[in-house]
């Protein structure tokens, strides 16, 4: 008698006797909970934090503090594809006055997009994986877009 198939672990494939074979599924979660929203969060400014063009930029010119900043990271996200409504600040403000500080260029918001899907590829996949991905490429449009555009 074969196992129960655990859906994203394995899936029996043999039903001779005494032989029992596995086939290993891979499963990546979908980005539809708080769980998997702050585990992709986690890994993405991993990477961002590592990156040789971004990093600095988030380290040494924002300064950010990570216990301060991941915490609204995800929950902006979780607002973004779960609906929740933990975040409440404005986000263009706040890289307005980055911007201000250092001007953010196109290469700077296709680097953060690129970092960003490659977490995704990774790691992560179903709808609300997909609506990240739209959502990222919206965000990283608009803020291009307005940061550039001249002051009123």
């Known amino acids: 008698m074969l196992p129960e198939p655990v859906p994203g ?23 539809d909970t708080r769980e998997h929203i702050e585990q992709f969060v986690d890994r993405f400014y991993a990477r961002v934090l590592t990156d040789q063009h971004l990093a600095p930029i988030f380290l040494d010119v924002a ?4 216990a301060v900043h991941l915490p609204h ?35 700077d918001f296709q680097r953060w997009l690129d970092l960003f899907n490659a977490t995704l590829d990774d790691g992560f996949a179903g709808e609300g994986a997909k609506r990240a991905r739209q959502v990222a490429a919206a965000i990283a449009a608009n803020m291009e877009t307005s940061l550039s555009a001249p002051a009123r």
């Not at 672990?9 to 891979?26: F, M």
């Not at 300064?63 to 990570?66: E, M, T």
């Open 63 to 66: 300064a950010i503090d990570l």
């Open 9 to 31: 672990v394995y899936w029996p494939v043999s039903n001779q006797p005494g032989v029992i074979t596995v086939t290993a599924v891979a499963h990546k979660p979908d980005l």
């Open 73 to 107: 990271i995800k929950d902006y996200w979780c607002k973004l594809l779960l609906g929740e409504r933990a975040y409440r600040r404005h986000t263009m403000n706040i890289h307005r006055q980055l911007h201000g500080k250092q001007t953010l260029r196109a290469g």
